[in-house]
Nanobody, 117 residues
């Protein structure tokens, strides 16, 4: 029933910016945390940034360049990506952790981000 709908991926030049959005829908349960993960070809999926009701977490490689934010009224999480580098190229996945008496993770379909001149 839960759907995570992503937008904002695409091709950008080094030093440019993109903003990813992910809207969660289809559940009456509350969301504890939302986040963004990425996976490059041949690499493990890794956490980029996450946000809950208390704090944010960033991968060391994106600190100072990326900002995660959340609009609880819209069940939407954003990732503002600035000063993009070629090594940021990956498929980016949205994640939402739901409270159902227990914590349950849902994932978006993934969106391609390519940083190239």
């Amino acid at each position: 029933q839960v759907q995570l709908v992503e937008s904002g991926g695409g091709l950008v030049q080094p030093g440019g910016s993109l903003r990813l959005s992910c809207a969660a829908s289809g559940s009456g349960f509350s969301i504890n945390a939302m986040g963004w993960y990425r996976q490059a070809p041949g690499k493990e999926r890794e956490l980029v940034a996450s946000i809950d009701n208390k704090r944010t977490v960033y991968a060391d490689s994106v600190k100072g360049r990326f900002t995660i934010s959340r609009d609880n009224a819209k069940n939407t999480v954003y990732l503002q990506m600035n000063a993009l580098k070629p090594e940021d190229t990956a498929v980016y996945y949205c994640n939402a952790e739901y409270n159902r008496g227990y914590l349950y993770d849902y994932w978006g379909q993934g969106t391609q981000v390519t940083v190239s001149s």
